[in-house]
């Protein structure tokens, strides 16, 4: 069993950064391919970014690549979500999830554990 905790949203302005970090417990978590999924109000859960298990191969959704960073310590249990730039069209409710299999992809289905996920409001 895997439990998840998220914790560095909040509330920026436009053009602004935010660090979101999750907190992973269990010992196999360097073998975990780690992601970050968003929701927004009335649209469904979308990805934002993976990692697999030895990070060496990040994975970034289009609307994210050049302003988000996912990096992860395994000494620590923790992964990262560096936010730059951000647009009001990032806010959402982040969520850290952990897959089983460490390959990192894009698709919810694939990770089975999930965080209660974090806050992120982005003003204009």
């Known amino acids: 069993q895997v439990q998840l905790l998220e914790s560095g949203g909040g509330l920026v302005q436009a053009g602004g950064s935010l660090r979101l970090s999750c907190a992973a417990s269990?010992?196999?978590?360097?073998?975990?391919?780690m992601g970050w999924f968003r929701q927004a109000p009335g649209k469904e859960r979308e990805f934002v970014a993976a990692?697999?298990?030895?990070?060496?191969?990040?994975n970034y959704a289009h609307s994210v690549k050049g302003r988000f960073t996912i990096s992860r310590d395994n000494a620590k249990n923790t992964v990262y979500l560096q936010m730059n730039s951000l647009k009001p069209e990032d806010t959402a409710v982040y969520y850290c999830?952990?897959?089983?299999?460490?390959?990192?992809?894009?698709?919810?289905?694939?990770?089975?554990?999930w965080g209660q996920g974090t806050q992120v409001t982005v003003s204009s």
């Open positions: 999830a952990a897959e089983v299999a460490g390959r990192g992809g894009g698709w919810a289905d694939e990770y089975e554990y």
């Open positions: 269990g010992r196999s978590f360097s073998s975990y391919a």
């Open positions: 990692l697999n298990w030895n990070g060496g191969r990040p």
